[in-house]
């Protein structure tokens, strides 16, 4: 079975601070897709990225980043000198097949104060 | 606009009653997907469709649930006899099959409130 774990449920900091949200991933299958979506209070899912399990290389997009760990299961990712807009729910997801469901995880809501 | 397109936006309805919910895809999207998600949850699959055909659905989809796609495009979600832990947003999401990662679009969502 697949499964993904968001430990952190709500997290708190002060605008311009760096933040990492914390995903760990189970899953028996060597291929596999780790998703990472934002949910602001409008309620859409807008998404961020992609990443394959093939594919381990660091991505920085802006003041986003994430790193993979095959070794330890994880995908986190990083705002750096976060900013009052960041502020949203942030979902971790992973799919075992291309074209298969999005399994998620229960999310992080990320307060960034002013 | 071209984005996956949900109606209504918003449902409020007594527990009992019938509701129905509306998915358009993005024009040609082959496959369509209904996912609910719950207060303090991340989303959850229900069912897919490919085409016409409904190839999978979660455990999570009781018997009160109906999904159909009639002519492979749009498709609706019924849930008859409303309770109120139906209480839910209620997600649907589109992709094309074809070569390579299939990515799924998502619609912004029916928000039903049971009372």
């Known amino acids: 079975a697949q499964k993904v774990t968001q430990a952190q449920t709500e997290i708190s900091v002060v605008e311009k601070e760096d933040v990492t949200l914390d995903c760990v991933y189970e899953?028996?299958?060597?291929?596999?897709?780790l998703f990472w979506y934002k949910q602001p209070p409008s309620g859409e899912l807008v998404f961020l990225i992609r990443?394959?399990?093939?594919?381990?290389q660091n991505e920085i997009s802006g003041r986003y980043s994430w790193n993979f760990q095959k070794s330890t299961s994880s995908f986190n990712f990083t705002i750096t000198a976060s900013q009052v807009v960041d502020s949203a729910v942030y979902f971790c997801?992973?799919?075992?097949?291309?074209?298969?469901?999005?399994?998620f995880g229960k999310g992080t809501r990320l307060h960034i104060l002013p | 606009d071209t984005g996956v397109s949900q109606d209504p936006r918003h449902k409020i309805t007594k527990r009992g009653q019938n509701v129905t919910f509306r998915c358009d895809p993005i024009?040609?999207?082959?496959?369509l997907y209904w996912y609910r998600q719950t207060l303090g949850q991340g989303p959850e699959f229900l069912t897919y469709?490919?085409?016409?055909?409904?190839?999978?659905k979660s455990r999570l989809l009781s018997d009160r649930f109906s999904a159909e796609r009639p002519k492979g495009s749009f498709s609706t979600l019924e849930i008859q006899r409303t309770e109120q832990g139906d209480s839910a947003m209620y997600l649907c999401?589109?992709?094309?099959?074809?070569?390579?990662?299939?990515?799924?679009?998502f619609g912004p969502g029916t928000r039903l409130t049971v009372l």
């Open positions: 999401a589109s992709s094309l099959v074809g070569e390579g990662y299939s990515e799924q679009f």
């Open positions: 899953t028996r299958d060597t291929t596999y897709y």
């Open positions: 990443r394959n399990s093939f594919d381990e």
């Open positions: 997801a992973l799919s075992v097949n291309r074209d298969d469901k999005i399994i």
């Open positions: 024009s040609e999207h082959n496959r």
């Open positions: 469709f490919q085409n016409e055909a409904q190839l999978e």
